[in-house]
């Protein structure tokens, strides 16, 4: 029986999720804050006559219309960007699935906003379990996740959302998991 590393024991299987931590939210996180300070900078330089940014002389600038313009720009960007900040911070998304042998019980955590559910924890007996089901769809907009088929329940999905994963990658988790629950895989 296979283990993923993470798992503490033969009769655990963890996977952790990735959440919001993730380069390209680093990345455009990144992208977002430097140009709406940009913006917010130029529409200052108009504003006070006085060039704030070492690349360009926006002090020229009209401060109306083009100053104004620039600072909307800039405080909707710096917004934006600590929304993104936020959300890195708190690592939406992020979390594990946990199925254990011994005790027959499946637990999958997510974080989410800060609040009153900020922890989503499911917990489900084996005995609920019908099959794990790949699901694959090719195209612009390609999809490839996990789901658990529980009775009477909607499916839950397994994998992180964002892109896709790859195939091979999919394929064996969902092999290893159906062995390890000992339901049928389903969507190969």
Same mark, same amino acid.
């Given at each position: 029986?296979?283990?993923?590393?993470?798992?503490?024991?033969?009769?655990?299987?963890?996977?952790?999720?990735?959440?919001?931590?993730?380069?390209?939210?680093?990345?455009?996180?990144?992208?977002?804050?430097?140009?709406?300070?940009?913006?917010?900078?130029?529409?200052?330089?108009?504003?006070?006559?006085?060039?704030?940014?070492?690349?360009?002389?926006?002090?020229?600038?009209?401060?109306?219309? %083009?100053?104004? $313009?620039?600072?909307?720009?800039?405080?909707? =960007? &710096?917004?934006?960007?600590?929304? *993104?900040? @936020?959300?890195?911070?708190?690592?939406?998304?992020?979390?594990?699935?946990?199925?254990?042998?011994?005790?027959?019980?499946?637990?999958?955590?997510?974080?989410?906003?800060?609040?009153?559910?900020?922890?989503?924890?499911?917990?489900?007996?084996?005995? %609920?379990?019908? $099959?794990?089901?790949?699901?694959?769809?090719? =195209? &612009?907009?390609?999809?490839?996740? *996990?789901? @658990?088929?529980?009775?009477?329940?909607?499916?839950?999905?397994?994998?992180?959302?964002?892109?896709?994963?790859?195939?091979?990658?999919?394929?064996?988790?969902?092999?290893?998991?159906?062995?390890?629950?000992?339901?049928?895989?389903?969507?190969?």
């Amino acid at each position: 029986m296979t283990v993923s590393s993470d798992a503490p024991s033969a009769t655990i299987l963890k996977h952790s999720i990735l959440g919001a931590r993730r380069l390209s939210n680093y990345w455009w996180a990144a992208v977002v804050t430097l140009g709406a300070t940009g913006f917010l900078l130029a529409s200052l330089s108009s504003y006070f006559h006085k060039n704030l940014l070492p690349f360009v002389d926006s002090s020229q600038f009209v401060f109306i219309p %083009q100053g104004v $313009a620039m600072g909307f720009y800039g405080v909707a =960007g &710096l917004l934006l960007a600590t929304y *993104l900040w @936020l959300i890195i911070f708190w690592d939406i998304g992020g979390g594990y699935n946990e199925f254990d042998q011994a005790t027959q019980q499946i637990r999958i955590m997510r974080s989410g906003f800060p609040g009153e559910n900020r922890r989503i924890l499911i917990e489900h007996g084996f005995d %609920q379990v019908l $099959a794990v089901r790949v699901d694959i769809r090719e =195209g &612009l907009n390609p999809k490839r996740a *996990l789901y @658990l088929r529980l009775k009477g329940r909607p499916e839950l999905p397994l994998t992180r959302v964002g892109q896709p994963l790859p195939l091979a990658f999919l394929e064996n988790q969902g092999a290893e998991l159906a062995r390890f629950l000992q339901v049928p895989l389903e969507g190969l």
